[in-house]
């Protein structure tokens, strides 16, 4: 006879215990969110045996450490932040308050049970214990962070610096310099290369006085000499201190050197780098014979040295979200640390041990790449997760993540206010938090693929609000990009670690390593170039908190929609097959492109990319911006299918190097290029390219006249002849064309410098047009007869972020003394130049944007008309004042309307950025395509061509918000 077994009651769960259980661990493959490189976590996989996400599914979450985590870090952040009165009054502040709210949240003796809940509203032991934890750590950390910052904001490095003084400094290399450029790849200002490291400062000689400091420096040098250094390194040296450009930053100042390092001045490198320095040395000689693309990565992805990565690769990976990867992060702990403690058990190592083995291996690494900020993150997450997990047992994750934050926190009080610690700490508690419930949401996949897919997705919708604030642009490509490239991560770290172990000792095999590692780098370059050249990538985002608040939102419906959507195989195949068409295709902005459309200036970033067009679903470009995505973007925007001829001035990348993003979904006729081959690397790509494209390139000469369609006529005005000069050959040597479409001129200079432009006026005395493309991205090396002289009503300048200073301001001063309405696509995005009702000429904003809008808002469309009644549309807007119309996505208000009274500014197109010119499109004096000889406007001087425009109507502008540029 059988006993039934006697059920036993339930136990009562903890109050701290949340809905979700935690892992110690997750998938032996280790997955990062790829948003930054700081963004990744620490160790995220566990290596000992039968623990997975199931068999911690009955942990509890332990959040005893997390109040008191969260306390050090906002306390050092206030303190590396905000004076230290304002801390400190902070402080108390929040001490006094605390302590009100314990005094009064007190059980009293008579209703307290003690078995029972406790009474409403009366704080439970355990609350009491976390807030009076938090706020000790509060001052803590502000006293910890108050104590770092106080002499590196305020000493006499700092007045020195804000003196601009002359010194001679003693100091030690605290980082590895690294050589960074000065403009975009493939300009003549490219080749300046500028060297950035970090000084950390004993002693100074300033003013006739000397100060024993120890503060940290900002070097920056124009000698690539400095490169050189390695950390520890002694230095003695002059230069010129300046201060930093914001108030309160980690350095105490920018340090200029004249020179660079003297040897007779410096010192030997420290033990460790001595040490390690022929490790790292070794691995890019072994890697020097692969190809490029996995050249730059393998260093980068074993040791965090980008020194051989291409600065294309770079651009790719950053848009793709794998920028992590090529950073020391917890990636590479959690990689070192799986495969030493697995060889480690191989060879039966038990016990003790087996923590010693993982100490001396993370220890090793962090000294191999350097013990920075991001590789000291790393690494003490990693050695918090070998003590948990080979000691503790299995030990709950947020401890360990909190404990870890406590750690670094107190290390370096500097990290509480980086964004990528940030990050990092929110992907690691995404991952704990989220990706167990998810993984069982997603039963129906295989283990491993579910593991690989909620892992990103976690960690991406973790972080998404500082994402989201810091970069104004949501990324569809991160998810998808890190699922494909995590199965090659491992092994090619594994395999270009070994190549770094032995390169000293056996170079041969660690060139062989280093070939075998290549093929999973080249798998991961691929998947970056391919995610990168895709229009939808990236989504632009609403700046400044409007921006940050819908990032927050926007991750709380994540968080509650996502498990939902999981666990449904069809819902999450339709998401999946959505995803990719935002990739495939880019995401359209309402209203574009504006009906009657003639020319359109691609916001690009800072290179140049305009459409001219010439039929239904056709286009002249000319120029291609400085990387596929982003022209591409602009053509699918504009239903851009045929490109009968393509234009490239010249071969500097910011006008080429989006050259694949015109080829690729689109038939191009024939490609008409500058006839000097500079810089011969990118003329050789581009002819390459062409090439296997199958497209013809020529030459076109001076005088030449290209029909394209019915409705536009190009005119090769230049170049001319080359003389020697000091300026830019290759920019000299832009083509120049005047476009007529529709009768509407439009003049486009390439970047040709002031001596091309007088040539090209001595030429073509009489050139006029309606539109001008400034040269040279708005440069102050202009020649104001062109800026002026051709009588254009509206000028166009592509420019994007730049250290060059363009536009420069003289150059917009004198276009808008002149007369002309200037239009940037920095500011307004992609501009169209379009037809009106009346058939006027209008300008409309606001078109796709290569990175963030400097300020939310709506388009708009600005009507260059002439003077008199308005007619057709515009008459029937002007007949009722006040009242918008919106047509194409776009307000717009006739010039009659009442600007709205300040008090009620919107900040938009119905307020302030209505702008009107009164007065018609002219044809140009060289355009072919007008039959009527052209005639000048009543009692107008002209001189020596007609076509003299009337000066435009000024009209009221709203005070409170600025005018277009």
Excluded at 88 to 103: D, E, P, R
Excluded at 563 to 569: A, E, F, H, K, V
Excluded at 875 to 881: I, K, L, N, T, Y
Excluded at 911 to 933: D, G, K, N, Q
């Amino acid at each position: 006879m059988r006993r039934a077994p006697i059920p036993r009651p339930a136990e009562p769960v903890p109050e701290q215990a949340a809905a979700h259980p935690v892992t110690p661990g997750q998938d032996p493959t280790p997955t990062d969110p790829g948003l930054t490189p700081d963004a990744t976590p620490g160790l995220t996989s566990d290596p000992t045996p039968g623990l997975t996400l199931d068999t911690a599914a009955a942990d509890a979450l332990d959040l005893r450490l997390v109040p008191a985590a969260l306390g050090l870090w906002l306390g050092s952040l206030a303190g590396v932040l905000v004076p230290w009165r304002t801390g400190l009054a902070g402080c108390v502040f929040a001490v006094v308050m605390v302590t009100v709210v314990l005094l009064g949240a007190r059980p009293r003796t008579a209703n307290a049970s003690p078995n029972g809940p406790p009474p409403v509203g009366r704080l439970t032991p355990a609350a009491r214990r976390a807030l009076i934890a938090a706020t000790l750590c509060l001052v803590a950390g502000f006293v910890v962070g108050a104590a770092r910052a106080a002499p590196v904001w305020a000493g006499p490095v700092t007045t020195l610096a804000a003196a601009g003084a002359h010194v001679e400094l003693e100091g030690v290399v605290a980082r590895d310099p690294v050589v960074r450029r000065g403009g975009p790849a493939g300009e003549e200002a490219a080749a300046t290369e500028y060297i950035v490291g970090r000084l950390r400062v004993d002693h100074v000689v300033g003013r006739g006085r000397a100060y024993d400091v120890s503060v940290p420096v900002l070097l920056v040098s124009g000698d690539v000499a400095w490169a050189d250094l390695l950390p520890g390194q002694r230095v003695s040296v002059s230069g010129r201190l300046e201060p930093t450009d914001r108030p309160r930053d980690d350095v105490a100042a920018v340090f200029r050197p004249y020179a660079g390092p003297d040897e007779r001045a410096t010192g030997p490198p420290s033990v460790a780098s001595r040490a390690t320095e022929p490790f790292r040395a070794g691995l890019r000689q072994a890697v020097s014979g692969v190809p490029p693309d996995p050249r730059g990565l393998v260093p980068g992805l074993v040791i965090g040295d980008e020194s051989l990565l291409s600065d294309d690769l770079r651009e790719a990976m950053t848009i793709a979200g794998l920028t992590h990867l090529t950073a020391v992060s917890g990636t590479n702990v959690a990689i070192v640390l799986v495969v030493a403690l697995g060889l480690a058990r191989w060879v039966r190592v038990r016990g003790y041990a087996l923590p010693v083995v993982g100490v001396v291996c993370v220890v090793g690494f962090m000294l191999l790449a350097r013990p920075e900020p991001s590789v000291l993150r790393a690494a003490a997450m990693g050695l918090v997760a070998v003590v948990g997990l080979t000691v503790a047992g299995r030990r709950r994750g947020l401890p360990t993540l909190a404990a870890a934050v406590i750690v670094l926190v107190l290390l370096d009080p500097w990290l509480a206010r980086s964004a990528g610690f940030a990050l990092s700490v929110l992907a690691t508690a995404g991952i704990l938090l989220l990706v167990p419930a998810w993984t069982r949401s997603l039963a129906w996949l295989p283990r491993p693929l579910a593991v690989a897919v909620a892992v990103p997705l976690a960690a991406q919708v973790a972080c998404t609000p500082i994402v989201l604030g810091l970069s104004g642009q949501l990324s569809l490509a991160a998810v998808p990009a890190n699922l494909l490239a995590a199965p090659a991560v491992a092994p090619a770290t594994v395999l270009g670690a070994a190549a770094a172990v032995v390169s000293p000792i056996l170079p041969p095999v660690a060139t062989a390593c280093a070939w075998l590692a290549a093929l999973p780098a080249w798998w991961i370059a691929a998947v970056a170039r391919w995610f990168a050249d895709q229009p939808g990538a990236v989504v632009p985002w609403p700046p400044g908190t409007g921006g940050v608040v819908a990032g927050v939102v926007l991750a709380v419906i994540g968080l509650i929609a996502l498990p939902m959507l999981l666990r449904r195989p069809l819902v999450t195949a339709v998401a999946a097959a959505v995803l990719a068409i935002g990739l495939l295709k880019a995401v359209p902005t309402p209203g574009w492109p504006p009906p009657g459309w003639l020319v359109v200036a691609c916001d690009v970033g800072q290179g140049d990319a305009l459409v001219l067009r010439a039929g239904d679903r056709s286009a002249v470009v000319v120029d291609t911006g400085p990387e596929p995505r982003l022209v591409r973007r602009c053509l699918d925007g504009l239903g851009v299918r045929q490109v009968p001829v393509l234009v490239l001035t010249h071969f500097h990348a910011d006008h080429v190097g989006g050259l694949d993003g015109v080829l690729t979904g689109r038939d191009v006729g024939q490609v008409l290029v500058s006839p000097l081959g500079d810089p011969p690397e990118s003329a050789d790509g581009v002819r390459r390219r062409l090439a296997a494209a199958g497209v013809p390139a020529s030459v076109p000469r001076t005088g030449d006249l290209i029909q394209v369609g019915e409705r536009l006529r190009l005119d090769v005005l230049g170049p001319g002849r080359l003389v020697e000069s000091s300026e830019s050959e290759s920019n000299n040597a832009s083509l120049v064309v005047e476009a007529d479409i529709d009768g509407v001129s439009v003049l486009l200079t390439g970047d040709i410098e002031p001596s091309a432009q007088r040539s090209l006026l001595r030429s073509a005395p009489g050139l006029d047009a309606d539109v001008l493309k400034v040269a040279h991205h708005g440069s102050p090396h202009q020649d104001a007869g062109l800026l002026t002289g051709v009588d254009a009503r509206v000028a166009l300048i592509s420019v994007g972020e730049n250290t060059y200073g363009h536009p420069s301001p003289r150059v917009l001063d004198a276009l808008r003394e002149s007369g002309v309405r200037v239009y940037r696509t920095d500011e307004h995005g992609s501009v169209a130049v379009v037809r009106t009702g009346d058939g006027g000429l209008g300008v409309v904003t606001g078109g796709p944007r290569a990175g963030p809008a400097p300020r939310a808002g709506p388009t708009a469309r600005r009507s260059l008309r002439r003077r008199g009644p308005p007619s057709g549309r515009l008459r029937r807007m002007a007949d009722a004042p006040g009242r918008p119309v919106r047509g194409a996505g776009r307000v717009v208000r006739a010039p009659d309307d009442p600007v709205r009274a300040p008090g009620r500014c919107r900040r938009d197109v119905t307020c302030c950025v209505a702008t009107w010119l009164r007065y018609r499109p002219i044809p140009s004096s060289r355009s072919l395509s007008s039959s009527v000889r052209r005639r000048c406007w009543p009692n107008a001087p002209r001189a020596p061509s007609c076509g003299q425009r009337a000066p435009p109507m000024p009209t009221p502008m709203c005070l409170r918000c600025p005018a277009p540029s």
